[in-house]
């Protein structure tokens, strides 16, 4: 059944009905990034052909153009070296300069390779992403937080400058990092450990006050209801339909945590129900059909927007990129690239394309409006068919 185009608070919304007892049957898995990005075979493919002419290979060396790096190498007649385009070094008049399709055709040509950007190697992002890989596993793998320096040390870097690169790459800090991972390894450990106390101790945390200061935040509940599988969170929720078929909207005492969207109204409720496995399920609530009709108004009208608070949960990037979403007017888009640049990690496109396929709430926190460079609409965890509505409603408000 069809939505009305737009909705206020007083108004009624068709609910699907569902109880709560009722058993649900597993979901089969899926993977909500697919569709996010190109395969990347195809992607290198692009890549090369956007760099086949002079001019544009010449455009690339002035600008330094990283995304050039592997499609193609200059060499300069004047210091008989070859270089990657993004090579730091000021670049040689246009006349002095050859390009080449590969390091052993400019070698060949009796190029040596640029001891500055060593096009031998692999890329300079790829270098840094590999440097934030090692230091990663190196704190997921520490008992006790390492400090910058040692950090530093292991990567074969300065201090500064690895902690640059660390935060340019992850989105956030090393000591921020070892938070998020040890708050990973504490809700691994409630869920082994006989005790909360033998949990956190267990888990790398010095006292046990240190943890309970900040464990509402880390865990989204107290430590004895998380140990129990999230028994005793209360979540309302109800199912409703709009003109993009079923959705499931559910909220906790301090706000929406979850709006789902798709053609199954069961499936939802099994998403819901993976997504708090212990959690108690509240459905069929005649006062919560207010808030349902709000969230149907928002997918109906954008431009309305949304006045109800969120609670949604994730690693601190997650967050940051959340927020950055929220910013995003009705009507606009941005690629994943810009939005990786807004939040501060330049190179850091996957990992945008990574977060927007863990947002737990269509619509509210607008993942819909990012979109591929050439301004193409990519995969979405609720379908493209309906980021494509959402946008082409937007377009028109």
């Known amino acids: 059944m069809g939505c009305q185009p737009a ?51 010449w455009a690339a060396v002035q600008r330094r153009d990283t995304g050039a790096d592997g499609a193609f190498y200059y060499g300069v007649s004047t210091t008989g070296v070859y270089c990657r385009p993004s090579c730091p070094a000021r670049p040689a008049l246009r006349k002095h300069i050859s390009f080449h399709a590969t390091s052993a055709a400019a070698e060949a040509a009796g190029f040596r390779p640029c001891l500055r950007c060593k096009p031998l190697e692999p890329p300079l992002a790829e270098r840094h992403a590999a440097i934030a890989a090692q230091a990663c596993r190196l704190i997921d793998g520490a008992d ?48 082994q450990q006989g005790s909360v106390t033998q949990a956190i101790y267990a888990a790398g945390y010095n006292s046990s006050g240190r943890f309970y200061a900040g464990a509402q935040a880390v865990l989204g509940m107290t430590p004895k209801a998380f140990k129990a599988g999230g028994t005793g969170t209360s979540i309302r929720f109800a199912i409703g339909a709009c003109s993009l078929g079923a959705i499931l909207v559910a909220a906790t005492d301090k706000g929406i945590c979850a709006i789902l969207m798709g053609d199954d109204p069961e499936a939802l409720a099994r998403d819901l129900q993976d997504r708090f496995p212990q959690a108690e399920l509240r459905g069929a609530e005649p006062d919560f059909e207010e808030v349902v009709a709000k969230v149907v108004g928002l997918v109906e009208a954008p431009e309305i927007g949304l006045d109800l608070p969120l609670d949604v949960r994730g690693t601190a990037f997650q967050q940051r990129v959340w927020q950055a979403l ?18 501060g990690i330049p190179s850091g496109a996957r990992a945008i394309a990574g977060a927007c396929a863990a947002n737990p709430v269509a619509v509210a926190i607008p993942c819909h409006r990012v979109v591929r460079n050439d301004g193409s609409i990519s995969g979405y965890r609720w379908g493209v068919e309906r980021k494509h509505a959402l946008l082409e409603r937007e377009s028109k408000a």
């Open 144 to 191: 006790e937080e390492p400090n910058l320096d040692q950090l530093a040390a292991a990567c074969g870097m300065s201090r500064f400058h690895f902690h640059r690169i660390f935060k340019a790459q992850t989105g956030i800090t090393p000591k921020a990092y070892w938070a998020a991972a040890r708050a990973r390894r504490v809700q691994g450990e409630l869920a």
């Open 7 to 57: 909705y206020t608070a007083s108004m009624k919304t068709d609910l699907y009905p569902m109880s709560p007892s009722r058993p649900i049957s597993p979901k089969p898995s899926r993977n909500d990034a697919a569709g996010e990005r190109p395969a990347g075979r195809v992607a290198a493919a692009a890549t090369r052909a956007s760099y086949q002419t002079e001019a544009q290979r």
């Open 326 to 343: 929220r910013e995003i007017p009705a009507g606009q888009t941005v690629s994943y690239a810009e939005l990786a640049e807004r939040v």
